[in-house]
């Protein structure tokens, strides 16, 4: 608590003057347009700010503080016409090249007026930054964050993750507003801004500098939109809902899609301010999925039920591509406020309010087996908010100084929505019995029996029946306070340093409770009215945490928050995050260096064993079997200095080289290593130590390091296309991996993430931009990587670490899992400007997106020779349901997936009305509709079958089954649940084996 008071009196303290650290800049030269003298005193202004600059004795001039964001530009001197350039685009972080040639008086006869076009060469940038725009994103098919990177030269997107130039899964930092909103927990995206809220998005993969950090791969810096100098309002709604729920329209599923998108800014003249503001409300019905219809009828149960021959309450069947009651609804709120009523001091506040709520574990293929039960299924929600608030404040026109504060809060809760977090009552019949579906239950907390069919689908547990209670609850909850201060000086037209640092902390908690019913009646007996007897408080608690399945931090084991420090009884988590750096950057016309150092520290305060070669008899409490919290520690935190170089050289006003070197590091997703003591000692006891498949130790984790080289050029082919090659090389260590922790003799003790993986990932990217030329705009994306590693996650070893108990594996070297060879994207843009074309044509235009790659590795397995302790139905995906069943016959990954290629399609017209403009669209996902393959069965290598039913030992399986009748529904079953629909490929694997089926969606956007 004394913690949290100091940090947030720190950032009350700041608030005055809190300010945004990811300011541009803008340089140049301002000569005679006939002579090519400089203009020694010649001003430039920046239209809509108060910012500016002299041209100095060479006629060069520098204004800093620029946000990111268009600009007008303006150069004027006396006795010469001035010049102003409108459509200046400036980046976050970065600089932008603008040289004047003014012409005298007597030349020219008022001002020049110039629209500038974005710059194909970055000249003053000395490693990779991929910027996306406003209006870029504006066309494009696609929404979300993710899909955007992923057409970014060097981005892999598989299976719903991101992996930047080879690196693994969590390896990107996220910034908005010069804010930090990675949640460090699982290392993801925590604040996601609507689409068209964006100023820029940039991803910077390559050689960032030392004033960013956080991250090995990547870092994703979005800049929220300002209000302009005019008021402008948006709105936009576009929908796929024109067919009913199963059925087609244009040969296309309906998924209940709507996205509704609300903005409005301007500025407040009479309080120097300007505002913008932006909601969005998106709902999915069902999830985009391809799903085989099927319907069977009069479905009775097996000789596995407790009453063989029981009726099902109604059919087995799913509609095309639809699943009931699988709904997802988010509402987000974002805006900005900018100030200079404090001129010249400068604030910008930035907040974030997002509510995500969907009904839990009904997508498929959890919706089978709760398919009479799906009115009674949890729902989760998550709320977050997020507030910036920053500012610049000048010392002079060439020094300031910056200060940033921010909070970061999300509250996740999956409940039962009959009682909310009152989660006792769940699976309690006297609780349920107002609501009438608890005539069926077989005891005080236990609901109807399921109903098993086809000769054991899903186990004991079949498909729920009806009235069948919610028996698990979770929650979990991060709020983070954070600080930084930047300082940065303009000391000579060539040399910028900047210097500063930041400071984070946490406060995380986690609760979960997966067998509430079990629990309860360890506690209170069968019938509920029988206490349970035990040998103190101590003992009665952690049976019931044992009993009912608790994973707990931050609170007790039955869910009450718990305060205190690091090391008390059930403490809440407090992971520390502090950095600083020096940053200089030289600029010369020909030539920018960037050269920095970055200070990394690390403290993730997870609980630590005093000796942990001898835990057993210093740690552990052998008539409870757990752990003794009073021995444990606080853990270790960790100290890195970490270099950068950047540079880059333009051979000519066509052609940049550039090439970067630099350490990198980063601590890995704090989900690893926090799991409550009772939980872990599980995985500690002597009993059990050992088992991977149950919490392997997290505490011993260690942040993973990256060294990166990069080298490209960017080449000019004319005046409107451009070509950017880049070649890199990684070299990553430490990386974690699930591992047995041996004692002196190499005998392994106990399951644990140590950092023990590494790899090398090197690779090309290109980059081609055409300008719009004849009404077309292109860019092609191509990337030629090969990743290879000891370990594609931290989990890739737990087949071998369960089989075998050594204390020291060994390494090979394979493709990781994620490495797809080529990959690339196409992106076309064809339109009709106002005014071109006629009144028909005006405003009409077609964008393409194509997106293509040559596959990804996969290991080919032995086909199952034995049930084993798999079930009839998930034999086929045994390799992926147990990775001790899984035994390769080739090398790791030595196979690939085949080539996939997709097509997304934008077509929309645009009328140009008196004060505003009406657009109506179409976009277009998968406009083919094809089933693209994204993974196949290891047993086959094959999208469609998994080898179980056309093998010998299926054969033999299914004549042993008690009748004809079982032996042909057990066959229809496991085509429809399986073959045709992937039930437990999905369950067990990494994803999908098939992309998504074709999306139309029409919507219309209101522009003043």
Not at 274 to 288: I, M
Not at 630 to 648: H, I, K, Q
Not at 752 to 764: H, M, R, S
Not at 929 to 942: D, E, L
Request: glycine letters at 10%.
């Amino acid at each position: 608590m004394r913690h949290r008071l100091m940090m947030l009196s720190l950032i009350a303290l700041l608030l005055p003057c809190l300010v945004f650290a990811q300011d541009g800049k803008i340089r140049g030269k301002i000569t005679d347009r006939e002579t090519g003298d400089a203009l020694i005193g010649a001003t430039i202004t920046v239209d809509g700010t108060t910012l500016g600059a002299a041209a100095d004795l060479n006629g060069e001039y520098v204004v800093l503080r620029m946000g990111a964001g268009t600009y007008t530009v303006r150069a004027s001197y006396i006795g010469y016409a001035p010049v102003s350039v409108s459509n200046v685009q400036i980046s976050a972080g970065q600089t932008t090249t603008l040289d004047f040639k003014l012409a005298p008086s007597s030349v020219e006869v008022g001002e020049v007026n110039i629209v500038a076009d974005r710059p194909l060469v970055q000249r003053n940038t000395p490693n990779t930054v991929r910027v996306t725009t406003r209006e870029d994103v504006q066309a494009l098919p696609i929404r979300g964050t993710a899909a955007i990177l992923a057409l970014q030269a060097g981005v892999v997107r598989q299976d719903g993750n991101l992996y930047i130039r080879g690196g693994r899964a969590g390896e990107l930092s996220y910034v908005v507003d010069g804010a930090s909103v990675t949640n460090r927990l699982f290392n993801n995206e925590g604040v996601a801004v609507i689409q068209e809220a964006y100023e820029e998005l940039q991803l910077q993969s390559g050689g960032f500098t030392a004033d960013i950090g956080g991250a090995n791969s990547g870092a994703v810096m979005t800049t929220v939109r300002t209000g302009g100098s005019k008021m402008n309002i948006g709105l936009d709604y576009r929908t796929d809902d024109f067919a009913k729920p199963g059925e087609q329209f244009l040969g296309t599923s309906s998924f209940g899609f709507k996205n509704l998108v609300a903005n409005i800014g301007g500025p407040l003249e009479a309080l120097k301010m300007r505002y913008f503001v932006a909601g969005q409300y998106n709902y999915l019905r069902s999830p985009a999925q391809f799903l085989e219809p099927f319907n069977f009828e009069n479905v009775t149960t097996d000789n596995f039920d407790t009453q063989e021959g029981r009726a099902l309450p109604g059919p087995l069947a799913i509609k095309r591509n639809f699943l009931n009651r699988s709904w997802d609804k988010t509402y987000t709120v974002q805006g900005t406020l900018l100030s200079t009523v404090f001129d010249p001091l400068s604030l910008k506040l930035s907040g974030s309010y997002n509510q995500r709520n969907f009904v839990a574990n009904t997508g498929w293929p959890n919706h089978l087996t709760r398919l009479f039960n799906l009115d009674r299924q949890p729902e989760s929600d998550t709320k977050s908010y997020f507030m910036n608030l920053k500012g610049t404040y000048p010392i002079n026109p060439s020094t300031f100084f910056e200060v940033a504060g921010a909070v970061y809060n999300r509250e996740l809760e999956q409940f039962d929505p009959r009682f909310g977090s009152d989660w006792m009552k769940y699976p309690d019949r006297l609780a349920n019995e107002p609501f009438g579906d608890t005539a069926e239950w077989t005891r005080r907390y236990r609901g109807p029996v399921g109903y098993s069919v086809g000769y054991g689908f899903n186990g004991a547990a079949g498909f729920a029946a009806p009235g069948t209670p919610v028996n698990s609850y979770f929650k979990n909850s991060q709020r983070q306070y954070q600080g930084s201060l930047d300082f940065v000086s303009q000391v000579t037209k060539n040399w910028e340093f900047k210097v500063g640092g930041r400071y984070e902390t946490w406060l995380m908690r986690q609760f979960n409770v997966g067998n509430i019913a079990a629990g309860l009646e360890l506690l209170n007996g069968t019938d509920g009215n029988t206490p349970g007897t035990f040998a103190s408080e101590e003992s009665r608690r952690i049976q019931w945490a044992r009993q009912a399945g608790v994973n707990n931090y931050g609170y007790d084991v039955f869910g009450n928050k718990v305060d205190g420090d690091v090391t008390a009884k059930d403490a809440a988590k407090k992971p520390i995050f502090a950095s600083t750096y020096i940053q200089n950057k030289f600029e010369y016309r020909d030539l920018v260096v960037n050269a920095g150092l970055r200070y990394e520290r690390f403290d993730p305060r997870a609980r630590g064993l005093t000796d942990a070669q001898n835990y057993a008899t210093t740690d552990f409490d052998q008539t409870l079997d757990v752990i003794k919290e009073e021995t444990l520690t606080a853990g270790e935190s960790f100290d890195y200095v970490l270099p950068r170089l950047n540079f880059s050289f333009p051979v000519s006003d066509k052609t940049v080289f550039y090439a970067q070197y630099g350490k990198y590091v980063q601590m890995p997703s704090l989900n690893n290593m926090y799991v409550g003591l009772i939980t872990l000692s599980r995985t500690l006891s002597p009993r059990t130590a050992g088992n991977a498949f149950l919490t392997p130790v997290g505490f011993l984790a260690k942040p993973e390091r990256l060294t990166q080289y990069e080298m490209g050029f960017r080449q000019a082919i004319s005046d409107n296309a451009a070509l950017t090659i880049t070649g890199f090389y990684k070299d990553t260590r430490d990386q974690l991996q699930v591992r047995k922790f041996a004692d002196a003799n190499g005998n392994g003790l106990f399951t644990a993430y140590l950092n023990e993986d590494f790899g090398t990932v090197k690779g090309l990217e290109f980059t081609f931009d055409l300008r719009r030329t004849k009404r077309l705009s292109a860019r092609l994306n191509f990337t030629l990587q090969d990743a290879r590693g000891t370990g594609s996650n931290p989990q890739s070893s737990f087949g071998v670490v369960e089989s075998y108990n050594l204390g020291r594996y060994p390494d090979f070297i394979n493709p990781l899992d994620f490495n797809q060879a080529q990959r690339g994207s196409i992106l076309l843009d064809y339109r009709f400007g106002k005014g071109d074309g006629g009144k028909i044509l005006s405003g009409l235009g077609g964008f393409a997106l194509m997106t293509f790659n040559s596959g990804h590795p996969f290991t080919r397995v032995k086909r199952p020779e034995s049930l084993g302790q798999s079930d009839a139905y998930n034999v086929g995906v045994v390799a992926l349901n147990d990775a001790r069943s899984s035994f390769p016959i080739e090398s790791v990954n030595a196979s690939s997936t085949p080539a996939a290629f997709n097509l997304d399609i934008t077509v929309n017209k645009v009328f140009y009305l008196s004060r505003f403009n009406v657009e109506l669209y179409m976009n277009a996902l998968n406009v083919l509709n094809t089933k693209q393959v994204i993974n196949v069965y290891p047993t086959t290598g094959s999208a469609e079958d998994d080898g179980w039913l056309t093998s010998a030992l299926a054969s033999q399986f299914i004549k042993g089954l008690p009748s004809q009748e079982l032996q042909q529904q057990y066959v229809d079953f496991y085509k429809a649940f399986n073959l045709d629909n992937r039930y437990n490929y999905i369950l067990n694997g990494p994803g999908d084996i098939y992309g998504t089926p074709r999306q139309i969606r029409f919507g219309v956007r209101f522009e003043y």
